[in-house]
């Protein structure tokens, strides 16, 4: 059994998944600026997420602030539903 505690913090690939839509989507709306991401760690260069930036998102796919390409629309709407 592994004692290894969770992390309270996401990494970008974990919060894409989190949200139905794939990485590159994710990436995109960093780069186009429509979502701005916590500061990347200096040691590794990861972006450490919290829940609460998870639920911002989904909130603002389902307001549809955030573009969500056809093919992950069903995916994003799944997830949203579990939620």
């Known amino acids: 059994m592994s004692t290894r505690k969770r992390s309270l913090y996401l ?10 839509v794939p990485m590159q989507t994710l990436s995109r709306w960093i780069k186009t600026k429509q979502v701005i991401p916590p500061e990347q760690n200096p040691a590794n260069q ?8 998870i639920t911002e ?3 603002r796919i389902r307001v549809g ?9 069903n995916q994003a709407r799944r997830c949203r539903e579990a939620t």
């Not at 990494?11 to 139905?20: M, P, R, T």
């Open 11 to 20: 990494v970008s690939a974990e919060v894409a998944d989190a949200v139905g």
């Open 46 to 53: 990861y972006r450490s997420w919290l829940p609460e930036h």
């Open 57 to 59: 998102l989904k909130h």
């Open 65 to 73: 602030e955030l573009q969500v390409k056809p093919d992950y629309r």
